[in-house]
């Protein structure tokens, strides 16, 4: 099978087993692989309401027909479980080289079941796969873990590890890899320190055949060459995705001070020119990627940051910046470090801390229940608390369970200011002034995402998707249209990036990762003869997979929705006044279902499940 | 017929971050050829191989308190606008 060991890797922790499983085509092609594997996976075989921090949670680390070549992202992996943030179906994507490295053992997949009864970390060769003792493991931040086991090791080891937060069962503990890479999203580090797993490490060099190596070599060439020639990710390269920062400030869809506002006033201090001027000391790019989008940071004062685990990308830089406002470069750097020592998402993180200081100026939340003074935008107060919840320390150790269970426990009207959907915190978006990514992050399978359908900013111009029908351009604050859009980009740029794998940088119009180019890259790698239209309606199937997990798990219409406080207009700035009202939302909710061929409810229907070859669960 | 221009997060290697630019011009092409006086280099980036406004780029038309997108370059700006140009981003 081209584009495949064919084999999935089985590892029972309760009963230190290990088995091997065949792959046949028709689920390679009805799934592809990496997030289509994980959740087909999930769904077949974890019954409903198992707790996600149990031993019959399962932990599916997924790779897919790209992932052996070197090409734009795709040699990255997807981890699927049973989030313990949602309790609905989770996965996080980890860029790098870890689905490569994951092939080159003999493995599509791997599944880890059960739980080991001290922790353990394993050991995966192209020749062995062993459960070995991680005694002196435990307890260390990923950055020593790395240390060690790299020293353990022969030189080419890739590590996958945990840090204190994901053994303390912090429910949106990430995964590192390596300590640059991190699977941030939907608490896959709780799962993996609930299975008493502090690490994976992987080498091998099993091939996996390719069908058309010339074709697909000519291919990659083609993109890199227009990648790098045709201007449309010259800013992307330059600045990272800290080009982000300046344009969302001014076109006010920038979360500030936990949603209240959607501009920060200290923009300069905090933007890409200013983290390029005071921090940047380099870039950093998966492999085969000419982009090279990752920043590395450097600083001695006040806060000594090592370059040695990356730097932050937008996504941390707004929710440890503005979100908390805090406008201090080295201080939000200093911060992501922290959180990747430790193993914590740095979305989920931020917006955490955002609720805990809206709870304190509210005076919900005393500086006796919070054991410090917790204000706005202090560097000190927030390097604390981060310690504090991924240690389970004190008020960390509420918070360490997210916004959603938080605010329950804490009650007092503070359920108002907690940033989510479906218990997972907000990206760093303000839904208000992009309609469609409002509507995304209400009805994304996994909560809040803001890698769930392509952002609004990139269809106000014409031609910006003709593949998908997208040629006259549609303003982000608009609703028309927009239910269709998010559909049909989930599909694409949700789902279908994590099966492939690729990277979804490169996909954003006008970038030249076209549509057709990654038909054409499938199936050269695979051999198959996949249209544009099969390839959507895989796509189309997987979510919808990932929805009939979650129904199964008793979700339903009631889930789809946004926090009241998007119903209130944004004080100022560029999408001053704009709103998400429930009506509104209900109104593109019901527009959406029919799109998807879901009920009222919804519930995929009988005839979109046997339109997608689906099973009701 | 005094135009302001900012550049955001883009074209740092031109030398524009945190500069405000004033020109005068009647149109986002006469913008952009005015700029590029002061800026050499700045039209090849901004305008396309097909003679249009580069898809990667965004020109944020600001006029008195209405905000709204130039996206042709034979977009009319008047004296007292203000012209920031971004990339268009895509999600972080």
């Given at each position: 099978?081209?584009?495949?060991?064919?084999?999935?890797?089985?590892?029972?922790?309760?009963?230190?087993?290990?088995?091997?499983?065949?792959?046949?085509?028709?689920?390679?092609?009805?799934?592809i692989?990496?997030?289509?594997?994980?959740?087909?996976?999930?769904?077949?075989?974890?019954?409903?309401?198992?707790?996600?921090?149990?031993?019959?949670?399962?932990?599916?680390?997924?790779?897919?027909?790209?992932?052996?070549?070197?090409?734009?992202?795709?040699?990255?992996?997807?981890?699927?479980?049973?989030?313990?943030?949602?309790?609905?179906?989770?996965?996080?994507?980890?860029?790098?080289?870890?689905?490569?490295?994951?092939?080159?053992?003999?493995?599509?997949?791997?599944?880890?079941?059960?739980?080991?009864?001290?922790?353990?970390?394993?050991?995966?060769?192209?020749?062995?796969?062993?459960?070995?003792?991680?005694?002196d493991?435990?307890?260390?931040?990923?950055?020593?873990?790395?240390?060690?086991l790299?020293?353990?090791?022969?030189?080419?080891?890739?590590?996958?590890?945990?840090?204190?937060?994901?053994?303390?069962?912090?429910?949106?503990?990430?995964?590192?890899?390596?300590?640059?890479?991190?699977?941030?999203?939907?608490?896959?580090g709780?799962?993996?320190?609930?299975?008493?797993?502090?690490?994976?490490?992987?080498?091998?060099?099993?091939?996996?055949?390719?069908?058309?190596?010339?074709?697909?070599?000519n291919?990659?060439?083609?993109?890199?060459?227009?990648?790098?020639?045709?201007?449309?990710?010259?800013?992307?390269?330059?600045?990272?995705?800290?080009?982000?920062?300046?344009?969302?400030?001014?076109?006010?869809?920038?979360?500030?001070?936990?949603?209240?506002?959607?501009?920060?006033?200290?923009?300069?201090?905090?933007?890409?020119?200013?983290?390029?001027?005071?921090?940047?000391?380099?870039?950093?790019?998966?492999?085969?990627?000419?982009?090279?989008?990752?920043?590395?940071?450097?600083?001695?004062?006040?806060?000594?940051?090592?370059?040695?685990?990356?730097?932050?990308?937008?996504?941390?830089?707004?929710?440890?910046?503005?979100?908390?406002?805090?406008?201090?470069?080295?201080?939000?750097?200093?911060?992501?470090?922290?959180?990747?020592?430790?193993?914590?998402d740095?979305?989920?993180?931020?917006?955490?801390?955002?609720?805990?200081?809206?709870?304190?100026?509210?005076g919900?939340?005393?500086?006796?229940?919070?054991?410090?003074?917790?204000?706005?935008?202090?560097?000190?107060?927030?390097?604390?608390i981060?310690?504090?919840?991924?240690?389970?320390?004190?008020?960390?150790?509420?918070?360490?369970?997210?916004?959603?269970?938080?605010?329950?426990?804490?009650?007092?009207?503070?359920?108002?200011?907690?940033?989510?959907?479906?218990?997972?915190?907000?990206?760093?978006h303000?839904?208000?002034?992009?309609?469609?990514?409002?509507?995304?992050?209400?009805?994304?399978?996994?909560?809040?995402?803001?890698?769930?359908?392509?952002?609004?900013?990139?269809f106000?111009?014409?031609?910006?998707?003709?593949?998908?029908?997208?040629?006259?351009?549609?303003?982000?604050?608009?609703?028309?249209?927009?239910?269709?859009?998010?559909?049909?980009?989930?599909?694409?740029?949700?789902?279908?990036?994590?099966?492939l794998?690729?990277?979804?940088?490169?996909?954003?119009?006008?970038?030249?990762?076209?549509?057709?180019?990654?038909?054409?890259?499938?199936?050269?790698?695979?051999?198959?003869?996949?249209?544009?239209?099969?390839?959507?309606?895989?796509?189309?199937?997987?979510?919808?997979?990932?929805?009939?997990?979650?129904?199964?798990?008793?979700?339903?219409?009631?889930?789809?929705?946004?926090?009241?406080?998007?119903?209130?207009?944004?004080?100022?700035?560029?999408?001053?006044?704009?709103?998400?009202?429930?009506?509104?939302?209900?109104?593109?909710?019901?527009?959406?279902?029919?799109h998807?061929?879901?009920?009222?409810?919804?519930?995929?229907?009988?005839?979109?499940?046997k339109?997608?070859?689906?099973?009701?669960? | 017929?005094?135009?302001?221009?900012?550049?955001?997060?883009?074209?740092?290697?031109?030398?524009?971050?945190?500069?405000?630019?004033?020109?005068?011009?009647?149109?986002?092409?006469?913008?952009?050829?005015?700029?590029?006086?002061?800026?050499?280099?700045?039209?090849?980036?901004?305008?396309?191989?097909?003679?249009?406004?580069?898809?990667?780029?965004?020109?944020?038309?600001?006029?008195?308190?209405?905000?709204g997108?130039?996206?042709?370059?034979?977009?009319?700006i008047?004296?007292?606008?203000?012209?920031?140009?971004?990339?268009?981003?895509?999600?972080?």
């Amino acid at each position: 099978m081209y584009g495949f060991q064919g084999t999935m890797l089985i590892v029972d922790l309760t009963q230190g087993k290990v088995l091997t499983e065949k792959l046949d085509e028709r689920f390679t092609r009805n799934h592809i692989g990496g997030v289509g594997f994980g959740i087909r996976l999930l769904y077949d075989r974890l019954e409903p309401g198992v707790d996600p921090l149990s031993p019959e949670n399962m932990l599916v680390f997924a790779s897919g027909p790209l992932s052996a070549l070197g090409f734009m992202g795709s040699t990255g992996m997807s981890i699927v479980s049973k989030s313990p943030l949602t309790k609905l179906i989770g996965d996080s994507d980890l860029r790098g080289s870890f689905g490569r490295d994951l092939k080159s053992c003999g493995y599509d997949a791997l599944i880890v079941t059960g739980s080991a009864k001290s922790p353990v970390y394993l050991e995966l060769t192209d020749g062995s796969v062993q459960i070995k003792d991680a005694g002196d493991l435990w307890g260390k931040t990923t950055a020593e873990v790395q240390s060690i086991l790299s020293r353990r090791n022969e030189k080419g080891f890739r590590i996958l590890s945990i840090g204190p937060a994901g053994e303390k069962l912090v429910k949106y503990a990430c995964i590192s890899g390596d300590v640059r890479f991190f699977a941030g999203r939907l608490g896959m580090g709780a799962v993996m320190g609930a299975k008493n797993l502090k690490a994976i490490v992987m080498k091998g060099e099993k091939e996996t055949p390719i069908a058309d190596p010339q074709a697909m070599k000519n291919l990659m060439k083609e993109i890199h060459y227009e990648v790098l020639h045709d201007g449309s990710c010259d800013t992307l390269s330059k600045y990272g995705t800290w080009n982000n920062t300046g344009p969302s400030n001014l076109k006010g869809t920038l979360p500030t001070k936990n949603f209240q506002r959607t501009t920060f006033d200290e923009i300069d201090q905090i933007d890409g020119d200013a983290m390029l001027s005071r921090i940047s000391a380099g870039d950093r790019t998966c492999p085969g990627c000419p982009i090279g989008c990752r920043r590395v940071v450097k600083s001695e004062q006040p806060y000594r940051i090592s370059p040695q685990y990356g730097g932050p990308q937008y996504e941390t830089v707004a929710a440890l910046g503005p979100t908390v406002l805090l406008a201090d470069a080295v201080a939000i750097a200093k911060a992501n470090e922290l959180c990747n020592l430790y193993g914590l998402d740095t979305i989920s993180t931020g917006v955490t801390i955002a609720f805990a200081m809206e709870c304190s100026e509210k005076g919900v939340l005393t500086d006796k229940d919070l054991g410090m003074h917790l204000k706005w935008g202090d560097p000190e107060g927030i390097l604390q608390i981060i310690r504090m919840i991924a240690f389970r320390e004190g008020a960390g150790d509420v918070l360490a369970e997210g916004v959603k269970r938080a605010s329950e426990n804490i009650g007092r009207g503070s359920e108002e200011w907690a940033m989510h959907v479906k218990g997972l915190e907000i990206p760093m978006h303000d839904p208000r002034g992009k309609k469609g990514i409002a509507l995304a992050y209400a009805t994304a399978i996994k909560g809040a995402d803001h890698e769930s359908a392509m952002h609004d900013d990139v269809f106000e111009r014409e031609n910006a998707l003709p593949e998908l029908g997208y040629v006259k351009p549609m303003g982000r604050k608009e609703y028309q249209g927009k239910p269709l859009l998010v559909k049909k980009t989930q599909d694409l740029w949700g789902i279908l990036s994590d099966a492939l794998p690729i990277c979804k940088f490169p996909m954003a119009p006008p970038r030249p990762l076209k549509p057709n180019r990654l038909v054409s890259a499938l199936n050269f790698v695979t051999g198959w003869d996949v249209s544009l239209e099969e390839f959507l309606r895989v796509g189309e199937r997987i979510f919808n997979l990932g929805r009939l997990f979650n129904v199964r798990e008793g979700a339903d219409r009631t889930l789809d929705m946004l926090p009241n406080r998007f119903s209130e207009p944004t004080p100022g700035g560029a999408s001053a006044g704009e709103t998400i009202t429930k009506e509104n939302l209900e109104r593109m909710l019901d527009e959406y279902y029919d799109h998807r061929g879901w009920s009222k409810d919804g519930v995929p229907t009988e005839e979109t499940l046997k339109r997608l070859e689906l099973k009701a669960p | 017929m005094a135009v302001t221009v900012r550049f955001v997060s883009v074209f740092r290697d031109l030398g524009v971050s945190r500069r405000l630019f004033v020109v005068e011009a009647e149109t986002l092409e006469k913008t952009i050829d005015e700029l590029e006086v002061q800026i050499p280099g700045l039209k090849e980036k901004l305008v396309d191989s097909h003679g249009r406004l580069h898809p990667a780029y965004q020109v944020i038309h600001t006029k008195g308190n209405r905000q709204g997108l130039c996206s042709k370059l034979d977009c009319p700006i008047a004296d007292g606008d203000e012209i920031v140009i971004t990339p268009l981003i895509s999600g972080g």
